[in-house]
């Protein structure tokens, strides 16, 4: 089985864009110190809307997505980012070929 991608877009509510930045950080150090599947895990900032942010994070195959998915650190970090977004976040899927 091949790795599993998502890209997702946030755009931060104003002035939350560095609690944001922070709380994806954390996110980040944590997969790759407790997440052996976790291969990328990057947040991207715009540079035209610096407001406006990618996550790229890919997986070495679906049982380390479900890791990350299930993971305590993720059911802690997500509802404060999640607080942090304006608007709905859009997120894609992908598998690598």
Do not use: N, W
């Amino acid at each position: 089985m091949s790795g599993k991608s998502f890209i997702a877009q946030l755009r931060a509510k104003p002035g939350r864009r560095e609690e944001l930045i922070a709380l994806q950080g954390e996110m980040k150090s944590l997969a790759f110190e407790h997440e052996p599947g976790v291969v990328v895990y990057e947040l991207f900032q715009s540079e035209d809307d610096p407001d406006l942010f990618q996550v790229v994070a890919t997986f070495k195959d679906d049982a380390a997505f479900d890791t990350h998915m299930s993971i305590d650190f993720h059911d802690r970090l997500v509802p404060p980012i999640l607080e942090c977004v304006d608007g709905e976040m859009e997120i894609a899927f992908y598998r690598s070929v």
